[in-house]
């Protein structure tokens, strides 16, 4: 689970547009970035005019052994805390 007090704790645009909060971990490849549990963020306008936020996994946890993925640092437009 998350914990949203560690400073390794970013959301992340990517530049597919996708905005994902996972633990980001710097690798000693400088051009990698391991996501730990990593989960997709949407925002939704719901019929009352309000703006809600979703999460979801964003990989598939139900086949996978280790909720991580590395992903390439030239992949992240931005990253805020």
């Known amino acids: 689970m998350l914990d949203f007090e560690d400073p390794n ?9 996708e905005d994902i909060i996972a633990d980001c971990i ?7 970035v391991r996501l730990k549990e990593p989960m997709h963020i949407i925002f939704k306008r719901i019929a009352s005019g ?8 964003w990989l598939p ?9 590395l992903i390439y640092d030239s992949d992240i437009l931005t990253s805020f805390q």
């Open 9 to 17: 704790i970013k959301i992340i645009r990517l530049t597919s547009g």
């Open 26 to 32: 710097a690798t000693e490849d400088e051009e990698v």
């Open 50 to 57: 309000k703006t809600i936020m979703l999460m979801m996994p």
């Open 61 to 69: 946890v139900e086949i996978i052994e280790h909720n991580e993925a």
